[in-house]
């Protein structure tokens, strides 16, 4: 497989992976609701164009919707990189937290860690330790 990586004056490098480097495209495109990979046409045809280094467009269904987002493969690594329609990266360990979480938002657990943070530091211990600490370190 060859894959472009551009280099700092916007040319090309060009990274060459072998099929004993353990990376398998097909494996990590299957773990993705992507609706062209139910047509084996459609599957050959997009296998092809992203072994070649291209960013290719996808259906993902989820929820029964269609989205259409864009996947190229990083071998590198040995996953795929997911594109939203204005061609941002989505973190996969985003979407990963997501669908472990049953849909809780993002937002609604940043909200819950600060509560969480808030708790501790309203113990009426909390001042009493800091006090603490201080008298040692000037006793030394």
Known sequence: MDFKEADTNGNFKLNQYHQNYGY????ALSKHPIKELETPKYKEVLMDSIKKGNRQSVT?????????Q???????????NVYDSNMKR?????SKE???TGGETKSAKQEAKKQN??????RPEAPQEKKRRKKQSNSI
């Open 24 to 27: 398998d495209l097909e494996n």
């Open 60 to 68: 993902f269904v989820k929820d029964g919707n269609e989205i259409k």
């Open 70 to 80: 864009y996947v190229e493969a990083n071998p590198q690594f040995k996953t795929i």
């Open 90 to 94: 989505i973190d996969n360990r985003q």
């Open 98 to 100: 997501e669908k472990q």
């Open 117 to 122: 943070q808030s708790d501790d530091t309203d």
